[in-house]
């Protein structure tokens, strides 16, 4: 028995039979219907189309035997497709020393004659035949030959059909999968908006709430003062006395809605973003703050900075107010760090959650100041939240507020870390 070579091109003939994704499907009445009719037109009781993958044949139809499939050591077809004239055909199998002693023929089966027609793909790659199988000696007539390649055409058709089928189905299951992730990417998305407006609102009613009780007693005060002052016959000793808590009162309604309004801009302003080398921004924050850090003596120390695409505004009012909170929260000669590097950031890690994860760089400004509870660490960023009598340090409880959301609107967000007394670290994530 000889066994077939392999095509020269078997590697991608493979490949082009698996792209068809025919092997051991159902049986279709389309392919069985041409197999009964390769049968009826060639005389013979047996007729198969068949598929040659890497160790055996396959066959989609067969009429007149009950096998599915044999080993392609053994299969006529095997030979079949080498054939460069596209047709094969072995009249006595017991007489061709090819298939003389094959099991095949010496076997149950007992296959004496074989006629067979490649089905080539794109007119290159042979995938299997359609044959015709007897228990005896046989020939066909041309008008036979003719009609059996006639055959394999329709086979061919109904296999470029397939093809073509599908990659109707890839391109739908793409555009199925495409149309996922997109309402995914939405659903995300308006979760997203729809957490920003509940901060928003949030944001906005403790702002009012707050606003209204803190801008009350600064006006509440200068009611009273201004009463006083208006009474006939004051003595200068009061009014020296109530002046200054005049102007305390006006300077700390000055500086609140200021700073409400400092808040609000950034909440409405759209970003204008920029290449901005952060060394040179630095330079611009310590010129801002230069009458805080001279009247407290303050040490800063800038180590090597990124450039990064930000709003180059809101970057310097964000770092002006961390600088100026370290210095004023510091009962000693101030000193302040401020560095940078690169981090990942995984979704567990994010808060809020609206935030994307990814590498960001990660600014810290380090200082030695009074420090804060840990147990306060996210109390500190809300609006008008602070953890010190007023009395003994000044401040309306915004601008650390402002710093959180304007990382926020950077893609980014903001944390602490401190230890009562020994000074806290605040980290600015920026996305790459």
């Known amino acids: 028995m000889q066994i077939a070579d392999l095509p020269a091109n078997e590697k991608e003939r493979l490949q082009a039979l698996a792209e068809l994704e025919i092997i051991d499907s159902e049986e279709e009445e389309a392919f069985t219907d041409l197999a009964k009719l390769a049968s009826y037109v060639c005389k013979t009781p047996v007729a198969l189309i068949s598929f040659i993958e890497e160790d055996r044949q396959w066959f989609k139809a067969a009429v007149g035997t009950d096998l599915s499939e044999t080993p392609r050591d053994i299969a006529f077809c095997s030979h079949a497709i080498l054939e460069q004239d596209n047709f094969m055909v072995v009249n006595d199998a ?118 209204s009780h803190d801008l009350k007693e600064p006006i509440r005060k200068l009611k009273i003062y201004a009463d006083i002052l208006g009474e006939e016959g004051v003595s200068e000793n009061i009014i020296n006395k109530f002046l200054p808590k005049i102007h305390n009162s006006a300077d700390r309604a000055y500086h609140l809605v200021n700073d409400i309004l400092d808040f609000a801009k950034v909440k409405s302003i759209d970003l204008v973003k920029k290449e901005v080398d952060f060394n040179a921004m630095m330079q611009v924050v310590l010129e801002n703050s230069i009458e805080i850090i001279s009247e407290s003596s303050a040490e800063l120390t800038i180590h090597d900075l990124p450039t990064i695409m930000v709003d180059e505004n809101q970057m310097i009012q964000l770092f002006s107010n961390l600088i100026q909170n370290s210095i004023k929260y510091c009962k000693s000669i101030p000193s302040i760090s401020i560095s940078a590097s690169k981090v990942v950031l995984e979704e567990a890690d994010l808060v809020p959650k609206n935030i994307n994860a990814g590498s960001f760089y990660k600014i810290e400004v380090t200082d030695n100041g009074i420090g804060f509870d840990l147990s306060h660490k996210d109390k500190i960023f809300d609006f008008f939240q602070r953890l010190h009598n007023k009395n003994e340090f000044s401040g309306t409880g915004i601008g650390l507020a402002i710093v959180k959301k304007i990382a926020q609107k950077h893609g980014g967000l903001v944390n602490a870390e401190s230890r009562i007394g020994e000074g806290s670290v605040f980290s600015v994530y920026l996305p790459i």
């Open 94 to 211: 017991t007489q061709d020393f090819r298939f003389k002693d094959n099991p095949l023929v010496t076997g149950e089966t007992n296959i004496q004659f074989y006629a067979g027609v490649p089905l080539k793909i794109n007119d290159q790659f042979p995938v299997g035949t359609v044959c015709v199988l007897d228990t005896e000696p046989h020939e066909l007539s041309n008008e036979q030959e003719d009609a059996l390649r006639r055959i394999s055409s329709q086979v061919i058709k109904l296999l470029e059909l397939r093809k073509k089928n599908i990659s109707i189905r890839d391109l739908a299951d793409e555009n199925e999968k495409k149309l996922k992730e997109e309402i995914s990417r939405q659903t995300s998305n308006l979760e997203r908006t729809n957490l920003e407006l509940k901060q928003l609102n949030a944001e906005m009613e403790q702002m009012v709430y707050i606003a």
